[in-house]
């Protein structure tokens, strides 16, 4: 590939990420993207008529906003001769976003992209039960006063319990295990401690607060004036920082924490586990040459990226999968990566992560290679935090991952970068980000 | 249909049809279609939207001739050349131009009978014909009025659509058989509403109140009103039913909604507007009596007010006011390119209101503050602001969300490259103005307007030294932004002519009414302002009580006292103002120095609830409750003014602004009489009825104006104070013998 057509990531910024039901428990995903997607464009000064197409990364799309990626367009000022469309692939919605407009770009599909990611937790709602929607269907259909009262007739109080969308979400329909439990799995395979888990949680929050008060997030994130409970008139205060942080987490706290998948035998916990979060982030995804014409310093190339299919009741392993294949596409070596961002879905997943990465009866049992990928080394793995402090809105955080590898490519001084998460359904993916030249 | 043989021909009123009319009949299209339909199209060859003026009139009252004398014909459809052009109502100029109560009958009685004949054809009139009226886009005043005369009126779904009775609004009443038809298709109290407050409403709610009988989709317009007129269609009045004895015949229901009507009336016009209580009386009493009766007694009392003096204010305002939309043109007669995207920079409560104005009227806005409070309250207000507009119907949901969207929040330095304009609402000091003017210039286009908020700044100081100095202009929106419809353009001394035509264009997007004023110290609205404000001061001092001349100018015709409006802008803002005015023009000028105790104290006015009178919050808004104890004149001063008249209290303050006007005129600042009488009226609510404030001192007469001023400058209350009697030294053209 020539230089010029190398893939970069040309600008990114994203919201402050809030704990769900807090500061933006009354927004609507629309609004959380267009709010970013405006201020992304304005800050880069692209013309929005210059994109090619606009792709959304989101999981929980609202019901009445269903091909996000056209109304965040819309509601951004975006003309309306630019297209736009929603991925999904769980939590790597939004890094799907920004590899499908890669592999269409390299396509010859049109050369500039704005792809984000965008997830508003608080607003996932409950629905009516199988039971209760049959009875008014039945309603619905009636049409004289006497077959109504008959369809009001087959109410029962069990129709009144509602199904849940976060936890049924967050739950693998095709092994019937939440999320939660497939951390325990792991648990069990790697023979993982609750110390271990718990520090690894705090480590998160003490490098988050140590980056925020650094002012590290600065350069990635822009002020957020959201829909807050009291409905978007009752604006109380800027959001400027991610609000996961816990400034006073502690092994003493963490430990008094219960179980909370596995109740009677489990170390996953809600503290080591990542928030439920609502955010947004996005980037502008062109060719180096593109983004030189639209005066921007890229932040960087995307040198290769890998999707990776595994166990989906050990789902957290996606992240060794999928990096594999990446690295090798990229030609290089874990020892290679100066930088590496990979998704805290729960401490314990990460730990398993980094056992597997080091293994070579791993490597050779599962990726077909004789020797182990290498060390995970916790100085370059997460530097900043991760999503047990920093939270994790599903859609977004592939696109976070994302934007937070490639400022600390330049930040760390590095020349490599790797994001990766794992995927509910057990899947990874991976990215391999280099840094591009003034 | 008519079985006269000899109607008694019509004479035009007062006397002959202006030259350049164009030849009878041609206004008005006269098409037969098959099945005994005809279509009436108003198509007058001089306008582009018809006027039901002279000419007009005339054709349609040949067009009748030639239906009445057909006996082929079943249906009449009347209607304009597009869907969304009906007619704009009466002709104002013809209103304008009337000089006598008997011309104004003749007017009003010629109106009457043309549309009396289509009531007389149509079936409810005891005709044969189905007549049904198309409408569609503005349909006010006489062209609704022609519209009640037929069967049904179906009316054009369309956002543009606006149909209502104006009339109140030019200081008259409906006179075309409005205030007889109405009540009589929605009852009393609804029409009472249409016709007092002079609403225009949308298709929607024209249709929820009865005012048209049917919406369809432009396209469907003409072909559902034909269908209807042949009775292929079903198109059922919605009857008032019970309602119509309970109310409208009740005498004691009738009785009642009058007397409270009345109250509200008299609350509002404080009786400086005779028409609002004459149509009530007509409304109310019409449904009681014969529509022939009714009509003459409707035309017997619009007629003296058609030619009576608040008529004549309102009608010239509302022409000055159309004249002001010509200024959103360019110098080539063009319309300027739209502004899509703006910039404000600056989250006060002036920043912030200009910013969600600009949102709402669809332009991507982007509002800049360094403290991320102050956006965050001019974000919560905008969507407030939105919200309420949604909760009153008077925008739809998806249009509330997408005007909140609009705003973009940041408190980032860059990100105004695409702005078409930006808007400085930043403190008011000449170095931090440069510099916001100096950073945007480096990044905006070279044609981007940078237009400051300033009120008391020179806009030709602050375009010093910024690279294309021709797109600094200044953009004197009046506070309160949302209440206040006026917009000062000021043209700085290297301002080019096309941004002052974007810029005013912009204004008029917002819905305001742009002047354009010179670049002198407080442009016009503040400089006239000034000596106003100042010379209550000055009366209080002297002895006179506040409350006092708050009333007597509340009587004159002012929207507020002064004392009331100094409480409201600002004991702070107010005085910073009067200074910069006494700094630029001297003597005359020097401010009265007695609240200055009050701004020391942080008691500012309504924003604290404490200023020259005590607040109190109630419903979220100040309430009045007495005077501040802390406001003391100065120990041992004069009382020269502790007995003065209510127009001797009028005539202090309002002259004092008279000869400042004088000296504007003299000196340019704005470009006439007209255009200072339309800013005086929008910028600063001057008694509309006086017509504005140059109306009102040529009413005097100049030379008892001089007189008076000489008088009040030799009073005993003036002559001798600090800064003397320069202020009531005629001025300008006043100052010639």
């Known amino acids: 590939m020539t230089e010029n057509s190398t893939i970069v990531l040309a600008a990114g910024l994203r919201l402050p990420q809030t704990r769900a039901g807090g500061a933006c428990a009354g927004e609507d995903a629309g609004h959380l993207g267009a709010t970013l997607a405006r201020e992304l464009l304005a800050r880069t000064g692209v013309d929005p008529a210059e994109l090619s197409e606009v792709i959304v990364g989101c999981v929980g799309p609202p019901h009445d906003q269903a091909n996000i990626g056209r109304v965040i367009a819309l509601r951004a000022g975006i003309p309306r001769s630019v297209p736009g469309f929603t991925v999904a692939r769980n939590c790597a919605s939004g890094m799907q976003a920004v590899t499908t407009a890669a592999t269409k770009i390299r396509a010859g599909e049109g050369d500039t992209y704005l792809c984000m990611g965008v997830e508003v937790m608080s607003a996932y709602p409950l629905h009516f039960n199988r039971k209760a929607t049959a009875m008014f269907a039945r309603l619905a259909s009636a049409r004289s006063l006497f077959s109504r009262l008959g369809a009001m007739a087959g109410f029962r109080p069990s129709m009144l319990a509602p199904r849940i969308t976060l936890i049924e979400g967050l739950t693998d329909p095709t092994v019937g295990m939440i999320m939660g439990l497939t951390a325990e799995r792991l648990v069990r395979d790697f023979a993982i401690e609750r110390d271990e888990a718990d520090a690894f949680a705090l480590e998160s929050h003490e490098r988050a607060r140590a980056a925020r008060d650094r002012g590290r997030f600065e350069r990635e994130t822009a002020p957020h004036f959201p829909f807050g409970k009291r409905g978007p008139g009752k604006v109380g205060a800027a959001v400027q920082h991610d609000d996961g942080i816990r400034d006073d987490q502690s092994m003493e706290r963490l430990g008094r924490l219960r179980p909370y998948f596995d109740k009677t035998d489990g170390i996953v916990t809600v503290g080591n586990s990542c928030g439920i979060t609502d955010g947004a982030a996005g980037l502008l995804v062109t060719t180096e040459a593109r983004a030189r014409d639209l005066g921007l310093q890229p932040l960087a190339a995307l040198r290769s990226w890998a999707w990776a299919g595994c166990d989906p009741a050990r789902m957290g392993l996606g992240p060794v999968f999928a990096s594999a294949r990446a690295l090798d596409a990229a030609g290089c070596q874990l020892a290679d990566v100066g930088v590496v961002e990979v998704n805290e879905a729960f401490a314990a997943q990460v730990i398993a992560c980094r056992r597997a990465f080091a293994s070579d009866e791993f490597a050779q049992k599962h990726l077909g290679r004789s020797q182990a990928l290498g060390h995970l080394s916790p100085e370059r793995t997460n530097r900043n935090g991760g999503a047990i402090a920093l939270g994790h809105p599903v859609g977004a955080t592939g696109a976070r991952l994302l934007l937070t590898a490639a400022h600390e490519l330049s930040v760390s001084d590095s020349e490599l970068g790797l994001a990766t998460l794992c995927i509910g359904g057990g899947q990874g993916g991976a990215v391999v980000l280099e840094r591009v030249a003034a | ?737």
């Open chain 2, 1 to 737: 249909m008519s079985t006269e043989t000899a109607k008694p021909k019509l004479e035009l009123p007062f006397g002959a049809m202006p030259e350049d009319a164009p030849e009878p009949g041609s206004c008005i299209r006269i098409e037969h279609a098959d099945d005994g339909l005809v279509r009436l199209v108003l198509a007058p060859p001089h306008r582009k939207l018809a006027v039901l003026d002279l000419a007009l009139m005339r054709d349609l009252d040949l067009a009748l001739d030639e239906i009445e004398n057909d006996p082929t014909v079943r249906g009449l459809v009347i209607t304009g050349r597009e869907p969304l052009s009906f007619a704009a109502g009466a002709d104002v100029k013809a209103i304008e131009a009337v000089e006598t109560v008997e011309q104004a009958l003749e007017l009003v009685r010629f109106g009457q009978r043309t549309f009396d004949r289509i009531a007389l054809l149509s079936r409810h009139g005891g005709g044969g014909l189905v007549t049904v009226a198309a409408v569609g886009g503005p349909v006010p005043g006489g062209a609704y009025e022609l519209a009640l005369a037929c069967d049904r009126i179906v009316c054009a779904d369309d956002p543009k659509t606006r149909v209502g009775l104006p009339e109140v609004k030019l200081g008259i009443y409906p006179g075309w058989g409005g205030t007889q038809r109405l009540p009589r298709r929605i009852g009393i109290p609804r029409a009472l509403g249409a016709i007092l407050s002079g609403r225009l409403y949308r298709a929607r709610a024209a249709k929820k109140l009865g005012l048209v009988d049917r919406l369809t989709h432009p396209e469907y317009l003409v072909r559902v009103a034909s269908d209807i007129a042949l009775d292929r269609l079903e198109c059922p009045r919605r009857e008032r039913g019970l309602w119509r004895y309970l109310i409208d015949l009740n005498p004691l229901a009738r009785d009642f909604v009058k007397r409270q009507a009345e109250k509200t009336v008299r609350r509002q016009t404080r009786g400086h507007y005779p028409a609002p209580l004459k149509a009530l009386e007509l409304v109310v009493r019409a449904p009681g009596i014969p529509l022939p009766a009714g009509l003459e007694e409707e035309a017997r009392g619009v007629a003296p007010l058609i030619a009576g003096p608040v008529a004549k204010s309102l009608v010239g305002l509302f022409g000055l006011s159309e004249d002001a939309k010509k200024l959103g043109l360019l110098p080539s007669g063009e319309k300027p390119a739209r502004i899509g995207r703006a910039g404000v920079i600056g989250g006060g409560v002036m920043g912030g209101a200009i910013a969600s104005l600009l949102a709402e009227k669809h332009v991507d806005t982007r509002i800049r503050d360094l403290d991320a409070g102050a956006l965050a309250q001019a974000v919560g207000a905008h969507r407030a602001q939105i919200q309420k507009l949604e909760k009153r119907r008077s925008i739809d949901k998806h249009e509330a969300m997408a005007a909140i969207d609009r705003l973009e929040a940041t408190t980032a330095g860059a990100g105004f490259g695409r702005c078409d304009l930006v808007v400085e609402a930043v403190a008011e000091r000449l170095e931090v103005k440069q510099a916001v003017f100096g950073e945007l210039a480096r990044e905006l286009a070279d044609d981007a307007i940078l237009a400051t908020n300033t009120s008391s700044l020179s806009v030709t100081q602050i375009a010093e030294g910024i690279p294309h100095p021709e797109r600094v202009v200044g953009m004197h929106v009046i506070n309160p932004v949302r209440r206040m419809p006026l917009v000062e353009i000021v043209r700085g001394e290297a301002t080019s002519d096309e941004v002052v035509a974007r810029t005013a264009r912009l204004a008029l997007d917002l819905g305001k009414t742009p002047v354009v004023v010179k670049d002198v110290a407080g442009f016009l609205v503040n400089r006239l302002l000034g000596p106003y404000l100042d010379e209550a001061l000055r009366l209080w001092e002297g002895g006179a009580d506040p409350e006092a001349v708050d009333r007597a100018l509340l009587d004159f015709g002012m929207p507020m006292g002064p004392f009331e409006l100094i409480d409201e802008v600002g004991l702070d803002i107010a005085a910073h103002a009067a200074e910069s005015l006494e700094e630029a023009y001297g003597v005359r000028m020097q401010k009265s120095t007695s609240l200055a105790a009050l701004v020391e104290a942080g008691e500012l006015g309504k924003k604290t609830l404490r200023g020259v009178f005590l607040y109190e919050e109630k419903k979220g808004r100040p309430r009045k409750t007495g005077r501040n104890p802390r406001l003391a004149r100065p120990v041992g001063g004069p009382r020269h003014d502790s007995s003065l008249f209510p127009k001797d209290l009028v005539d202090r303050c309002v002259l004092a602004m008279v000869n400042e006007a004088a000296r504007c005129l003299a000196e340019g600042v704005v470009a006439g009489p007209g255009v200072l009488d339309l800013a005086t009226v929008f910028g600063m609510g001057f008694a509309p009825f006086r017509g504005g404030l140059w109306r009102f001192a040529t009413s005097l007469g100049r030379d008892e104006l001089r007189g008076r001023l000489e008088e009040l400058a030799q009073s005993p209350g003036v002559k001798d104070r600090p800064g003397g009697p320069e202020r009531f030294t005629p001025a300008g053209e006043l100052e010639l013998g």
